[in-house]
T-cell receptor
Framework: QKEVEQNSGPLSVPEGAIASLNCTYS??????FFWYRQYSGKSPELIMF????GDKEDGRFTAQLNKASQYVSLLIRDSQPSDSATYLC??????????FGAGTTVTVRA | DGGITQSPKYLFRKEGQNVTLSCEQN?????MYWYRQDPGQGLRLIYY???????QKGDIAEGYSVSREKKESFPLTVTSAQKNPTAFYLC???FGQGFGYTFGSGTRLTVV
């Protein structure tokens, strides 16, 4: 059973601050890592993916991957009220399925 | 525009009734998936299909059935055997191993 664990929320940050989301996974053979954002009542949307160790930046989002530690994180810089959502970590191993974490809810305080 | 379409957006089911949720994609994706999400909960996999005319059970397949007769379509039937079907149902598709999913907008099913 592949497991994906995310830091428990909710996470409340002031506007303009950095939100840091963490995710660990149990399957050492995992190859692909994804972050989805889900607004309340809506479906998840893909915001970041990362395949190699290190950092990957896209606008205000940075994904960090450390395969040796089986750890992936998402940083949201200059947090905005529109970033208030649940963030899902997803991991893919050697099959067609993604394993999802339970999600971390982020609230950005104006 | 390419995308994945779920219908209907809202669905109401009477006790003992079977209902079918539609999922269509024009992304040329090989794989398709059905997930269930309960309030405040994560995603639970119901069924998935890697290729036409083939599908596999996920973690919570009991009370559900699917078909994959066309690459573009992966309908989900919620049968009367599913005792607690009220949930948000999400369909997704992908190119396969190593690729992320694209999700549809979801169907919210309520038992009345």
């Amino acid at each position: 059973q592949k497991e994906v664990e995310q830091n428990s929320g909710p996470l409340s940050v002031p506007e303009g601050a950095i939100a840091s989301l963490n995710c660990t996974y149990s399957d050492r053979g995992s190859q692909s890592f994804f972050w989805y954002r889900q607004y309340s009542g809506k479906s998840p949307e893909l915001i970041m993916f990362i395949y190699s160790n290190g950092d990957k930046e896209d606008g205000r989002f940075t994904a960090q991957l450390n395969k040796a530690s089986q750890y992936v994180s998402l940083l949201i810089r200059d947090s905005q009220p529109s970033d208030s959502a649940t963030y899902l970590c997803a991991v893919n191993g050697n099959d067609y399925k993604l394993s999802f974490g339970a999600g971390t809810t982020v609230t950005v305080r104006a | 525009d390419g995308g994945i379409t779920q219908s209907p957006k809202y669905l109401f089911r009477k006790e003992g009734q079977n209902v079918t949720l539609s999922c269509e994609q024009n992304l040329n994706h090989d794989a398709m998936y059905w997930y269930r999400q309960d309030p405040g909960q994560g995603l639970r996999l119901i069924y998935y299909s890697q290729i036409v005319n083939d599908f596999q059970k996920g973690d919570i397949a009991e009370g559900y059935s699917v078909s994959r007769e066309k690459k573009e379509s992966f309908p989900l039937t919620v049968t009367s055997a599913q005792k607690n079907p009220t949930a948000f149902y999400l369909c997704a598709s992908s190119f396969g191993q190593g690729f992320g999913y694209t999700f549809g907008s979801g169907t919210r099913l309520t038992v009345v």
